[in-house]
């Protein structure tokens, strides 16, 4: 195991073909703007590097943890339980306490025997979703008969896509507005600021989306793009895009930029079939036809076993995180 430097590490993985997005330039930089030295590099060899990620480094109560957000690798062939396995257990020799691994890559019984193999388990309770959906863009876009009746409400409106490569102070502003509507709607707290949307753009991994009526930005979206795949990550809309149906239209637009964009593949984000108001979110990104598929997920591993109780009760109870 090796510890890097920030321009070793983005030099090591720009020959990579697999990078999530929790691992790429834009999240560090959104992540690192205000504590770059709590972050962390690792890479599994230097001369010949097939994993690499960046963790986050944690401290509470006296207990050092670090979190690792899903892994870039090389190519495919690196992805084997093996290199997993010997990955993790140096991880697991930094002197960390704990160490939580979050990965949203699709789900890989090589990657589960790898962890495992490492001496990794699931940890006590899930906080993150386990489900997404990936839409075929070569293949023709079929939609439900809720999602037909709001296009066509939406086609009454002259609502178009607005695409920002690079944002600037005023496009990370609207961003922010939209959201946070929607956080107040929701009683979410909003996880960025102003700045940290225009960090997560700058380097161009993530894509900034409006929909507009008239000239008004009434819905947005950020999604991340690496080789043919794209992911999306934040939406939102205002008050005036649910009277006018915005989200169907910025959906399917955005499918049709990407579609022209060499892009084969759409991962809908995070799906949560719930029993309250989440159930909606769920319902509306189930109403394109896909490919439903099992993510990784979390992983952990206790110097301590009390540990492994505790951090359940600080997720649910303290930090009171939505346990799934």
């Known amino acids: 195991m090796n510890i890097v430097n920030k321009k070793a590490y983005f030099s090591i993985i720009e020959s990579f073909k697999i990078i999530p997005p929790t691992q790429c330039e834009g999240w560090y930089r959104m992540h690192a703007l205000y504590h770059p030295e709590r972050i962390i590099f690792l890479v599994n060899h230097l001369e010949s590097p097939t994993i690499a990620c960046f963790g986050h480094i944690k401290k509470m109560l006296g207990i050092k943890m670090i979190l690792i957000e899903g892994e870039c690798y090389a190519d495919e062939s690196s ?138 930005r009434i819905a947005t979206t950020i999604i991340y793009q690496n080789n043919n795949v794209a992911v999306s990550y934040y939406a939102a809309a205002n008050a005036e895009a649910r009277d006018v149906s915005a989200s169907y ?45 099992q993510l990784n997920g979390e992983w952990s591993w206790y110097k301590k076993s009390i540990y492994r109780v505790g951090m359940y009760f600080v997720k649910k109870y303290l930090v009171r995180k939505r346990e799934l």
């Not at 008969?145 to 005023?170: G, Q, T």
């Open 79 to 216: 992805q084997n339980s093996g290199d997993i396995r010997d990955f993790y257990k140096q991880v697991k020799e930094l002197g960390f306490q704990i160490v939580e691994v979050c990965s949203n890559a699709t789900y890989d019984f090589n990657y589960e025997t790898g962890l495992r193999q490492a001496g990794f388990l699931r940890p006590i309770g899930q906080f993150s979703l386990p489900n997404t959906k990936i839409i075929h863009l070569k293949e023709p876009l079929t939609v439900s008969n809720d999602w037909r009746k709001n296009l066509k409400r939406a086609k009454k409106h002259e609502l178009f896509l607005e695409s920002i490569e690079i944002p600037e102070s005023n496009d990370s502003k609207s961003f922010i507005d939209i959201y946070s509507y929607m956080g107040k709607l929701k009683s979410l707290s909003i996880p960025f600021n102003v700045e940290q949307i225009k960090e997560l753009c700058r380097t161009g991994d993530f894509k900034l989306f409006f929909v507009k009526k008239e000239n008004r």
């Open 249 to 293: 239209c910025m959906y399917v637009e955005l499918l049709n930029y990407l579609k022209k964009n060499n892009v084969d593949f759409f991962d809908m984000g995070k799906l949560l079939p719930a029993t309250d108001g989440v159930n909606n979110v769920f319902l509306f990104k189930n109403g394109i036809q896909g490919t439903h598929i």
